[in-house]
């Protein structure tokens, strides 16, 4: 055998971190003997004689020996050092371990449209995200030093399942007086976001095969959560007030659950009438059915204040009510929260406690801080008017550069809005030519479920600088002007 060829050939495959000899030895023999050419039985050479050979130390060979032994693929036999089993024969050649093939994935995920995450970093026109550059970090550090400063070694166990009791009295307190959410701290639970409380609630409310309502178009991220707790997603059509299930709907395919997004349609950006949110709420309680509200962006209303929840709107409304700091603050703080009815309390910190186990009490204790403290009312304050000017400055740079073609939806509320292409112009071809010129935009077909048909771009401005979305637009509209032909 010619272990200097084999040491070499191991050497010349690895990539990543650089290894000790003793570790690259050890690989490379553990290899040899799981996929060959090391076979069970075989004498491998005394410990001088192989360091004599690979010029490594005698100690990096005995390493490589006993670490083998101890893991059974070599046995010590008097003076003798064997390959144990023959273990090559067991391991499949066949399988690349860096590889999971996807049918060994389940139906569930193989449905699953898996979103390719786009390479690069893009500031226009990312939907959903704020504008992190804005965000005041140097407060945000404060609060955790503080906290830090103070925690005590209880405060590193698993935390309290619904949350920590600071954190969701400052949250009941933030949307008693500015959402109309009529609630108690007892029915907040801490989440780590929206997309964690939509999966939660899909599991605890309904049962495989119930159906839920989804706007069309609508969230895909409520999408997923559906299908993969194996509900039957039936998209409702969106009108200029939100959502609008005919009598037809109701009674034939009656909703278990019913998501919506009411103060900031996602993605056409309508804001819910009254009428229309008190005909839902009579609706579902007549059918028996949970409305999931998700409030993700309203903080941003520009036309007067944002309208109130409809969690409280009528009292005993069967409204779950989803809220996030992913849009006010910043998504990787992966905060959010649920405020469930009195009833479901229990049940729900049950499920929480079961599946999903609650830490990071600094991050919480922080945000907590942050919000007594009125940082995050300040921050929303800067940001609603930063939002504000920049929304203006898309509008107009729009209008001026693609009127003939782009009809605008939304942009009284959050941080994004829509434009309606013609037909005849594909939003999936035209997202994809502009992601090569660097600017990102989702098209609006890939928010449809079934039968309704849209055809545009989701622009979220949050993070473009009035300076520079002039210059995106005239970009995108390049790009637009191309696809025509
Ligand atoms: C409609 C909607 N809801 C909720 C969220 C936020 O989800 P999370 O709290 O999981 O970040 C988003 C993020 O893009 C969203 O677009």
Redesign the pocket.
């Known amino acids: 055998m010619d272990y200097q060829f084999l040491f070499d050939q191991h050497k010349a495959t690895q990539s990543g971190a650089k290894q000790s000899q003793q570790r690259d030895l050890y690989h490379c023999l553990r290899d040899a003997i799981l996929r060959g050419p090391l076979k069970a039985g075989m004498q491998l050479p005394g410990s001088r004689s192989l360091a004599a050979e690979l010029k490594v130390s005698r100690n990096t060979v005995l390493y490589a020996y006993e670490q083998l032994i101890t893991e059974g693929l070599l046995l010590s036999a008097g003076r003798c050092t064997l390959v144990a089993a023959n273990l090559s024969t067991l391991v499949s050649s066949s399988v690349d371990a860096n590889i999971i093939k996807p049918r060994q994935l389940s139906a569930r995920a193989q449905l699953t449209p898996w979103p390719a995450d786009p390479q690069g970093v893009f500031t226009a026109f990312v939907p959903?995200v704020p504008a992190l550059a804005h965000f005041p970090i140097a407060i945000w550090r404060r609060c955790l030093e503080r906290v830090w400063r103070k925690i005590n070694f209880q405060q590193l166990d698993y935390g309290n399942t619904a949350g920590e009791p600071i954190l969701r009295a400052a949250i009941a307190e933030h949307l008693t007086s500015t959402r109309g959410v009529v609630c108690s701290a007892e029915q907040i639970l801490i989440t780590d976001?929206?997309?964690q409380s939509l999966g939660i609630c899909a599991h605890a409310l309904a049962s495989a095969g119930d159906i839920v309502w989804i706007e069309n178009p609508g969230?895909g991220?409520a999408f997923q959560s559906f299908k993969a707790a194996e509900l039957q997603v039936q998209g409702i059509k969106v009108d200029a007030e939100g959502i609008a299930p005919t009598k037809k709907d109701w009674e034939q395919s009656t909703p278990k659950l019913i998501y919506t997004?009411p103060s900031h349609q996602?993605p056409l950006g309508s804001v819910m009438s009254i009428e229309r949110r008190i005909s839902l709420i009579e609706s579902a309680k007549q059918y028996a059915a949970l409305i999931i509200e998700?409030d993700?962006d309203s903080e941003f209303r520009r036309d007067g204040p944002p309208l109130p929840a409809m969690q409280g709107l009528i009292a005993d409304a069967p409204v779950i009510y989803l809220g996030?700091f992913?849009k006010t603050l910043f998504?990787a703080l992966r905060i959010?929260y649920m405020v469930v009815p009195k009833g479901l309390v229990e049940p729900f910190a049950g499920m929480l406690a079961l599946g999903h186990l609650r830490g990071r009490s600094a991050d919480q204790l922080a945000l907590a801080e942050f919000l007594r403290a009125g940082h995050f009312a300040n921050h929303l304050k800067k940001m609603r008017r930063l939002y504000a000017v920049r929304r203006d400055a898309l509008v107009t740079a729009i209008n001026k550069h693609l009127a003939d073609v782009a009809v605008i939806y939304g942009g009284s509320s959050g941080i994004h809005l829509t434009i309606a292409l013609p037909e005849a112009l594909n939003d999936v071809s035209i997202s994809k030519a502009a992601l090569a010129q660097g600017v990102y935009t989702q098209p609006l077909s890939k928010l449809a479920t079934g039968s309704v048909l849209c055809n545009g771009l989701m622009l979220g401005y949050a993070q473009v600088p009035e300076e520079q979305m002039e210059e995106n637009v005239i970009l995108l509209a390049q790009v637009i002007e191309a696809n025509k032909k």
């Open positions: 959903g976001g929206t997309q969230y991220g997004t996602f998700d993700y996030t992913s998504p959010g």
